[in-house]
């Protein structure tokens, strides 16, 4: 299990694994797609939705995509490598001032 990642979830819920090269490459599409600007969460999911077709391989539907960017993100949030921004409406999404 070795080659598998335990996801954390921001408020405290279970998290589940997944493979570690699919996580490492999630969250390196959300980390690039965060550097040096704010995204509503519609953006971000869309704009990593969009680098990760080109890289998981077309057995993969879009649809999955978007929950491991969702999961990812989730996991991002709870280990503070990004931060929600609830003070705007829409919430945004940055990198956090704390990694």
């Known amino acids: 299990m070795t080659n598998?990642?335990?996801m954390q979830h921001p408020q405290g819920k279970k998290g589940v694994n997944i493979k570690?090269?699919?996580y490492e490459t999630v969250k390196a599409a959300i980390l690039e797609t965060l550097e040096g600007r704010?995204?509503?969460h519609a953006e971000l999911?869309?704009?990593v939705s969009e680098k990760?077709?080109?890289i998981f391989d077309s057995s993969i539907g879009r649809s999955a995509?978007?929950?491991y960017t969702e999961s990812v993100k989730l996991d991002l949030e709870a280990r503070r490598l990004i931060e929600r921004d609830t003070s705007l409406n829409p919430n945004r999404?940055?990198?956090s001032r704390f990694a």
Request: aromatic share 10%.
């Open 20 to 22: 570690k090269d699919k």
């Open 45 to 47: 999911i869309t704009n």
């Open 65 to 67: 995509i978007r929950w």
């Open 93 to 95: 999404y940055q990198l």
């Open 52 to 54: 990760l077709k080109e």
């Open 38 to 40: 704010s995204l509503t």
């Open 4 to 6: 598998r990642i335990l």
